[in-house]
């Protein structure tokens, strides 16, 4: 069976920086993309950004480029994100998913076969 469990999520004042990670176990040698989104109350999942599994080659929606960094540890199959300069906008239920689907990721929730339980992003103004 394969998981993902985020963990990292807090309260943060804006500008402050957080880094969540996303532990997998299971069949993970079948990941190959992995990715992290957010929910925020009232809106649609969005793609935050993705990360390959060689190279690796990373992709970053345009509001985060420059403050999120993903990063990932294929031997402790975990993948980061750390973000920094946060804003108030920037909170939401951040999300970890992976796919065993190579080329490079796309950026909907459709390209991710599995997907973590999330964890809650706070940040105060």
């Known amino acids: 069976q394969v998981q993902l469990v985020e963990s990292g999520g807090g309260l943060v004042q804006a500008g402050g920086s957080l880094r969540l990670s996303c532990a997998t176990s299971g069949y993970t040698s079948i990941f190959y993309n992995m990715a992290w989104f957010r929910q925020a109350p009232g809106k649609e999942r969005e793609f935050v950004a993705a990360?390959?599994?060689?190279?690796?080659?990373?992709f970053y929606e345009d509001s985060v480029k420059g403050r999120f960094i993903i990063s990932r540890d294929n031997g402790k199959n975990t993948i980061y994100l750390q973000m920094n300069s946060l804003k108030v906008e920037d909170a939401a239920v951040y999300y970890c998913?992976?796919?065993?689907?190579?080329?490079?990721?796309?950026?909907?929730?459709?390209?991710?076969?599995?997907w973590g339980q999330g964890t809650q992003v706070t940040v105060s103004s």
């Open positions: 998913a992976a796919t065993g689907r190579s080329g490079i990721p796309g950026n909907s929730a459709e390209s991710f076969d599995y």
């Open positions: 990360i390959t599994r060689s190279v690796p080659i990373t």
